[in-house]
């Protein structure tokens, strides 16, 4: 666990470095901010409208930091050869992609707290209320779809050489299963076999990111959801996040270096 | 002659049969031999120079060392422990050629990493580290990001962090590789005062001229196989010339042709 925890040390210490988090956020608050102060047909409730425009560019930028940042870990390594004097340390494999995923996981919940935030301040001004618990779950099971995400990118990060085409992949695969994952059962009914079949086996074989996106609850203020199936959530996101790691960690631990 | 009786006492490195092969990725798969029954010792505190040209197999003996590329046969032991297993690497020093490191970390904050890596003590960490910077003559820029590091600084650096373990074996592939004439001597000063406090150095290079002065023996290796092992001196005076003509020789390189 030290090692990762270093490993992991490091990964986040790269992200506030870089520039990439600073620009989205920049990029969501100037958003966000222009359309606050626009006023049409003097609705009362378009500031449900700002909230939901600030989610999906909230939901967007970390999509965009969990895949970018976990796509580069492996092959930058590789490419910049301190992958060397790393495992010529007494590290194995499998603690560096334990810390890679931890880094990056904890990264994105750093900047998840930071938009979040933003989005409670924004949230407050307008509403002058801030039901926390709706707010919380929302925050939650985004961060734990996060790690589902980290986890898939860093098993295309050892997969494919370059950081731009599993990048790429990996976020159309993301953006197939957030907006057709919850469809494919219903696709697979009007299917003949064997298609029906095997949409059917996809439809339970891939993890439901949507599942995870409950930005209704915060947009529209409703009630928090039970806490048995947030609970559940969790579980759900943790086993196929150890699933992908633990499929990186069997393809990279016989993956030659040179 | 058995090299443990020559010297009298266990080898630090120890290198059995060893043979890898690499499958090419032309039509075929065809297997090129990279390194072809292998055997060699270091003994401890010992300087000892790995020569060969390039494509010799140096850099591949190294990868099995540090358990980079799996050995396809045969066997390799460092401190009595085989290189597969990673525990073998908590006495070992490593600089690879030509190595960035991470760009956005400052040295002090590489050499804390690594020294995390290595479960020093905390209260052993600081003085470590200042104590790895000023041997490599990097004091004064350690709060500098790695990316404002020239070549030669970059290359100090990887000897500070091989260094922060405080090993036993430091295993340095090329180490003056592509530095400039102050580069080189300082990185050359660095490794006599290392041989100084008694470390065990198993380096390789091309530059001779630094292999003579510092090493106390040398193995050469040609196309993957062992051509010559032995002192400096024992060398220079089996082939009456100096240690380059000497390493021409082995390697079959005729300067009249």
Redesign the interface.
């Known amino acids: 666990m030290n090692n990762a925890l270093a490993v992991a040390s490091v990964v986040v210490k790269e992200l506030y470095r870089r520039k990439d988090f600073y620009v989205l956020f920049v990029l969501t608050a100037v958003i966000t901010l222009l359309m606050g102060a626009l006023n049409f047909f003097n609705d009362d409730k378009i500031v449900r409208y700002l909230k939901e425009i600030c989610l999906l560019l909230i939901w967007i930028s970390a999509l965009v930091i969990a895949v970018g940042t976990s796509a580069r870990q492996i092959p930058s390594e590789r490419e910049n050869r301190t992958v060397f004097p790393l495992l010529a340390k007494p590290i194995t494999r499998g603690q560096l992609i334990a810390g890679k995923f931890l880094g990056c996981w904890l990264a994105c919940g750093l900047a998840l707290i930071v938009f979040y935030l933003f989005f409670g301040v924004i949230s407050v001004s307008r509403e002058h209320q801030l039901p926390m618990a709706s707010y919380f779950q929302a925050l939650w099971l985004h961060w734990w779809m996060l790690g589902v995400v980290v986890a898939m990118a860093l098993l295309g990060s050892v997969l494919f050489a370059a950081p731009s085409s599993n990048a790429t992949i990996c976020l159309l695969l993301i953006l197939g299963i957030l907006l057709l994952g919850r469809h494919l059962n219903k696709v697979a009914v009007q299917l003949a076999e064997p298609m029906s079949t095997v949409v059917y086996v996809v439809y339970f074989a891939v993890p439901h990111l949507e599942l995870f996106d409950v930005r209704d609850l915060v947009v529209h203020n409703w009630d928090p959801i039970n806490w048995l199936i947030c609970v559940g959530a969790t579980f759900y996101a943790a086993a196929y996040a150890v699933f992908f790691l633990f499929a990186a960690w069997l393809v990279f631990r016989r993956q030659p270096l040179v | 002659m058995d090299q443990a009786n020559l010297f009298g006492m266990e080898p630090i490195l120890k290198i059995e049969d060893l043979v890898v092969e690499y499958r090419t990725r032309e039509f075929g798969q065809r297997v090129r031999i990279a390194v072809n029954r292998l055997s060699l010792e270091v003994f401890p505190g010992e300087v000892f120079g790995f020569l060969g040209p390039n494509g010799a197999g140096k ?2 003996t190294m ?1 099995v060392l ?4 799996p050995a396809t046969r045969g066997a390799a032991y460092v401190f009595n422990v085989n290189v597969r297993d ?2 073998a ?2 006495r ?1 020093g ?3 050629e ?5 760009k ?2 400052t040295a002090e ?1 590489l050499l804390r ?2 020294a ?4 020093i003590p905390r209260a052993e960490v600081g003085p470590r580290v200042d104590e790895v910077l000023k041997l490599v003559e990097l004091d004064a820029a350690r709060k500098r990001p790695i990316k404002t590091y020239s070549k030669g600084m970059q290359q100090r650096v ?1 000897l500070a ?2 260094l922060i ?1 405080n090993p036993d074996l430091l ?1 340095l592939d090329e180490p003056t590789s592509g530095l400039d004439p102050i580069g080189r001597m300082k990185v050359r000063e660095i490794i006599q005062r290392l041989k100084q406090t008694g470390k065990t150095v198993f380096f390789s290079s091309h530059e001779l001229g630094e292999v003579e002065t510092v090493c106390d023996r040398v193995a050469i290796l040609y196309q993957g196989e062992l051509k010559a092992i032995g002192r400096v001196s024992e060398l220079v005076e089996k082939y009456e010339c100096n240690l380059e003509q000497a390493f021409l020789k082995v390697v079959g390189y005729n300067s009249e042709r």
Do not use: H, K, M, S
Not at chain 2, 98 to 102: D, G, R, S, V
Not at chain 2, 116 to 119: E, K, P, S, T, V
């Open positions: 850099t591949t990868n540090l358990g980079f590329v990673p525990i690497r908590q070992i490593y600089l690879p030509l190595t960035y490191y991470y956005f970390l904050e990493f690594y995390r890596i290595f479960r990887g962090q091989a373990n295993i």
